[in-house]
């Protein structure tokens, strides 16, 4: 079973859970509230001094655990692919200014296209994108989303999947991002989250929650303890695979966005000491 929290300091909260905050403002109140770490989306970088930015989260004792995100590698057209690589590269680029150790790989579908081609072509992608990651010193994590998403936004949608094509790139430069929301459900997910530890593949572990009814496919998560997901038990799982990072939390939530952010992350703290 799962460790009990006792503090904030293993806690990461994604720039995109508190979207309306500027990263400024979001660094801020999360470092007062005593949380560790920061995972920064590649939107809350537009216009600014990416070295600078990573300093200042570092000034303010946030660990940059990873950039989210890239991927997106599957195209019908050769040169969509080719931009896809090159927009993963400038991905690398960014991670490398601001201090994030990784990039995390939303890897994309292509509708029109059987989703073995297309895991073919994310394989293809992440491949060619490794030796500049290597010379970066970046890690792509791979991060298999749920099957709802498998026809636009991910034909990677098992853990097993992962497993599988981060054993066939055999890098250290690839891990894999394990997520909650989108793994909960698979009857496998303990031995996977074994294998992906056993194998040292094991890179970040996002956690919400899966609220029941879910009222938007993309943007309504819930917080920790208001669904179905049993999050203890899978922590218990990672933490058994060796995995000691982060527990980064990622919601996308029409609802929470609206609220006020300052009770957002009141919540959010609330939640990630009783339920996570």
């Known amino acids: 079973m799962a460790r009990e929290f006792t503090d904030l300091s293993k806690l990461c909260v994604h720039t995109i859970t ?19 770490g920061i995972t920064v989306w590649r939107d809350a970088l537009a216009g600014r001094d990416i070295k600078q930015t990573g300093n200042m989260l570092r000034g303010l004792n946030l660990e940059v655990v990873s950039l989210c995100r890239g991927g997106f590698f599957p195209a019908l057209e050769q040169s969509a692919r080719q931009a896809a690589i090159d927009d993963n590269k400038k ?5 490398e200014a601001l201090g994030a150790p990784m990039v995390v790989l939303v890897c994309g579908s292509a509708p029109g296209q059987s989703l073995i081609e297309s895991r073919k072509q994310i394989q293809d992608g992440i491949a060619a994108c490794l030796p500049y990651a290597e010379a970066a010193g970046v ?6 989303l749920h099957p709802m998403y498998a026809g636009d936004r991910s034909a990677v949608n098992t853990l097993g999947q992962a497993n599988d094509m981060a054993e066939a790139l055999n890098s ?6 394990v997520d909650v929301y989108h793994l909960w459900w698979d009857p496998d ?3 996977q989250m074994k294998r992906c530890g056993q194998n040292g593949n094991f890179s970040a572990f996002h956690i919400c ?3 029941t009814p879910t009222l938007d496919m993309l943007n309504d998560r819930g917080l920790m303890g208001e669904g179905v997901i049993n999050l203890k038990q899978i922590r218990g799982w990672a933490e058994e695979a060796g995995f000691n990072g982060f527990n980064e939390v990622e919601i996308f939530s029409n609802i929470y966005w609206q609220q006020d952010q300052h009770q957002f992350l009141d919540k959010i703290k609330d939640a990630y000491l009783r339920y996570s």
């Open 172 to 177: 250290d430069w690839v891990g894999i991002a």
């Open 91 to 95: 991905a690398i680029d960014e991670a």
């Open 209 to 211: 929650d899966w609220k």
């Open 18 to 36: 508190t979207k309306t905050w500027v990263i400024e403002k979001a660094a801020q109140e999360f470092s007062a509230a005593g949380i560790g």
């Open 139 to 144: 890690k792509l994590a791979i991060e298999p």
């Open 189 to 191: 997910l303990e031995n």
